[in-house]
């Protein structure tokens, strides 16, 4: 396993983001599977002790869109069509384990799927996604951060 290129300020990955999970997602080419581990933290709550759907939602869509990074750390697309199952409570302050894999890939877009597990191994929530390439207009964006989209270690964490 190999660990995936983080940025700057992605509320997901973004390493210089104060207000974001710092996830680091690992590709697992031999099983054509991502994976990841987080804590969500109680602010993040949609009630007591339960992590909001949204930010459920936004883990698995970028878990699921990274498996288009299993091969390729370049291999950046967006989410067209996201469909999110949740199937219990998701808890915060406990550690979470995400899976994305990728169904099928063409050049131009890609159906992929992702599982969230509380520290059990139950499934809390599932996702299956569409993911296209990026308009002009982002992918214009984004290569002023693509010198930030990169493995960072330790010692490079702020």
């Known amino acids: ?36 581990r987080v804590r969500v933290p109680d602010h993040f709550n949609g009630y007591p002790g339960v992590v ?14 990274r498996a288009t990074l299993l091969e390729d750390d370049d291999n950046l697309m967006v989410t067209l069509k996201l469909e999110i199952t ?14 994305g894999w990728p169904t099928r890939i ?27 390439r990026p308009p002009e207009k982002i992918k214009a964006g984004w290569e002023q951060e693509k010198q930030y989209w990169k493995v960072y270690n330790d010692k490079e964490m702020p």
């Open 106 to 132: 063409t050049s131009r877009r890609a159906l992929v799927e992702g599982e969230l597990f509380n520290q059990k191994g139950e499934i809390t929530a599932t996702c299956k996604a569409v993911v296209v």
């Open 52 to 65: 909001h759907g949204g930010i459920v939602a936004a883990i698995l869509d970028e878990t699921a869109g």
């Open 86 to 99: 949740y199937r219990q409570p998701t808890p915060t302050e406990e550690e979470l384990t995400v899976v």
């Open 1 to 36: 396993m190999h660990k995936q290129p983080s940025s700057r300020f992605c509320f997901l990955c973004g390493k210089e983001n104060d207000s974001g999970l710092k996830m680091e997602w690992k590709s697992d080419t031999e099983n054509q599977r991502v994976i990841a």
